[in-house]
Nanobody, 124 residues
Framework: QVQLVESGGGLVQAGGSLRLSCAAS????????MGWFRQAPGKERQFVAT????????YYQDTVKGRFTISRDNAKNTVYLQMNSLKPEDTAVYYC?????????????????WGQGTQVTVSS
């Protein structure tokens, strides 16, 4: 089992920044690829970003490329999502997730463990 706890969400004005954190406990963190997903009201959950086990590879949804950065610190068992130039359409509950294996994973069904989510609200 892997337990994931997100933090860092909140209310920010358009153009602002937030950094989300996801602390993992349980099994060896570096054995897992990590991802961030988000779900806006009335919409399905969607992929945002993923990072491989070592942090050497990342992949992003097109709408966040150049604005969001995913990173990880395996010594701290934590994955981050730095979000810059935020837009109202980024408003959603953000979830981190862990997928067994080493490589970047963009498919929701491939993830084994999920956090409880953290709310991000961007005002215009």
């Amino acid at each position: 089992q892997v337990q994931l706890v997100e933090s860092g969400g909140g209310l920010v004005q358009a153009g602002g920044s937030l950094r989300l954190s996801c602390a993992a406990s349980g099994r060896t963190f570096s054995n897992y690829a990590m991802g961030w997903f988000r779900q806006a009201p009335g919409k399905e959950r969607q992929f945002v970003a993923t990072i491989n086990y070592s942090g050497s590879m990342t992949y992003y949804q097109d709408t966040v490329k150049g604005r969001f950065t995913i990173s990880r610190d395996n010594a701290k068992n934590t994955v981050y999502l730095q979000m810059n130039s935020l837009k109202p359409e980024d408003t959603a509950v953000y979830y981190c997730a862990a997928a067994s294996g080493s490589y970047c994973v963009t498919v929701e069904d491939r993830y084994d463990y999920w956090g409880q989510g953290t709310q991000v609200t961007v005002s215009s």
